[in-house]
């Protein structure tokens, strides 16, 4: 009698590169919306989360791309500029002439 092929995953056909591609696709991820760790891959880019049943594009294999990462904390960035921009304002306010507001700059 044969004996049975031993079950390997990608590892075998293409090395140790694919595997950790693998292993963080098959992960399951914190989800944004509620925090539990259940969201899940269901296709290429398509995540799944089992708790809010909330579904959102993401990364390939992983949940985020690094690329989202450093966009999201640009943005971040520049809604606090714009708030400390605002409050700024608040404090020097700007003349109003025939109900209009003109700009100056601030000393």
Not at 46 to 59: D, E, N, R
Not at 72 to 79: D, E, G, P, Y
């Amino acid at each position: 009698m044969a004996k049975c092929t031993k079950k390997v995953r990608i590892v075998s056909k293409y090395g140790t590169y694919f595997r950790k591609i693998e292993i963080s696709q098959r992960a399951k991820y914190t989800c944004s919306f509620y925090g539990k760790t259940k969201m899940k891959r269901r296709a290429v880019s398509i995540w799944h989360c089992g708790s809010c049943m909330k579904t959102v594009a993401g990364g390939a294999w992983t949940y985020t791309t690094t690329s989202a990462v450093t966009v999201k904390s640009a943005v971040r960035r520049l809604k606090e500029l714009k708030d400390q921009q605002k409050c700024c304002c608040l404090e020097h306010p700007q003349p109003a002439i025939n109900g209009l507001i003109y700009a100056t700059k601030i000393k």
